[in-house]
T-cell receptor, first 109, second 116 residues
Framework: GENVEQHPSTLSVQEGDSAVIKCTYSDSASNYFPWYKQELGKRPQLIIDIRSNVGEKKDQRIAVTLNKTAKHFSLHITETQPEDSAVYFCAASYNDMRFGAGTRLTVKP | EPEVTQTPSHQVTQMGQEVILRCVPISNHLYFYWYRQILGQKVEFLVSFYNNEISEKSEIFDDQFSVERPDGSNFTLKIRSTKLEDSAMYFC??????????????FGEGSRLTVL
C-alpha cells in the first residue's frame, strides 16, 4: 500500500516567516494529495489539496507544489501567524488515503 | 453545512469488552472510512467502505474489527475484545466529490476510546 513520509516532524518559525513542509509518497498511482490542519483535540480539516494533473496550487498564504516524477509534494505557508500553529498532515490517495506522520508547526509571536 | 457526526464522543471501557462506535456520514456521500489516531501520533487508515462492502483495509484492521452500515444513514465500527492499545481517537470520514474515492475527506469530530 501507499507509504507517505513527512518532514520535518516539528517546525518553529517567527511570525511573518515562511514555513515549508515536505512529503514523499511511494505509490505512483496516487493522484490526490491533500493537506490537513489539526488543532489540539480537534478533527483534521482540509486546508488545500492538489491533483496529479496540476503542479502547483495557491490559496492566499498557502501553496502546494507537486512533483510526480520525484513523488514528492510540499506545503508552503507564507507570512505565518500564531494561529497557523497546529499539526499539519499531508496525505496521498488512490484507493484509500494514507497520511504522513505530521508536522507540529509553532509560530512564535 | 452538512457534517459527519460521531457518537459517542468519549467511551471508557474495560479490557476485553466490545465497543461500537457510530457515525452518520454526509447524506449524499458514497465512500466511508474509519481512521485511528493514537494520542500524539499520525492519523492511521483502518478501512474504507463503498457499496455496502469493504473496499480497502489496512493491516491494523484485523478480525478484531468490523464495520457495518445497518441502515441508510449509520456507519459503525465494532471493536471486539478491546485491548489497552486500542485506546485512541477514532475518526469517521466520508467522501464523494464525483471523482470516486480520491476526493476530499470530511471528518467527524472523533470518538475517543479509553480502554482500562
Amino acid at each position: 500500500g501507499e507509504n507517505v513520509e513527512q518532514h520535518p516532524s516539528t517546525l518553529s518559525v517567527q511570525e511573518g516567516d515562511s514555513a515549508v513542509i515536505k512529503c514523499t509518497y511511494s505509490d505512483s498511482a496516487s493522484n490526490y494529495f491533500p493537506w490537513y490542519k489539526q488543532e489540539l483535540g480537534k478533527r483534521p480539516q482540509l486546508i488545500i489539496d492538489i491533483r496529479s494533473n496540476v503542479g502547483e496550487k495557491k490559496d492566499q498564504r498557502i501553496a502546494v507544489t507537486l512533483n510526480k516524477t520525484a513523488k514528492h509534494f510540499s506545503l508552503h505557508i507564507t507570512e505565518t501567524q500564531p494561529e497557523d500553529s497546529a499539526v499539519y498532515f499531508c496525505a496521498a490517495s488512490y484507493n484509500d488515503m494514507r497520511f504522513g506522520a505530521g508536522t507540529r508547526l509553532t509560530v512564535k509571536p | 453545512e452538512p457534517e459527519v457526526t460521531q457518537t459517542p464522543s468519549h467511551q471508557v471501557t474495560q479490557m476485553g469488552q466490545e465497543v461500537i462506535l457510530r457515525c452518520v456520514p454526509i447524506s449524499n456521500h458514497l465512500y466511508f472510512y474509519w481512521y485511528r489516531q493514537i494520542l500524539g501520533q499520525k492519523v492511521e487508515f483502518l478501512v474504507s467502505f463503498y457499496n455496502n462492502e469493504i473496499s480497502e483495509k489496512s493491516e491494523i484492521f484485523d478480525d478484531q474489527f468490523s464495520v457495518e452500515r445497518p441502515d441508510g444513514s449509520n456507519f459503525t465500527l465494532k471493536i471486539r475484545s478491546t485491548k489497552l492499545e486500542d485506546s485512541a481517537m477514532y475518526f469517521c470520514a466520508s467522501s464523494d466529490d464525483g471523482q470516486g474515492n480520491t476526493g476530499e475527506l470530511f471528518f467527524g469530530e472523533g470518538s475517543r476510546l479509553t480502554v482500562l
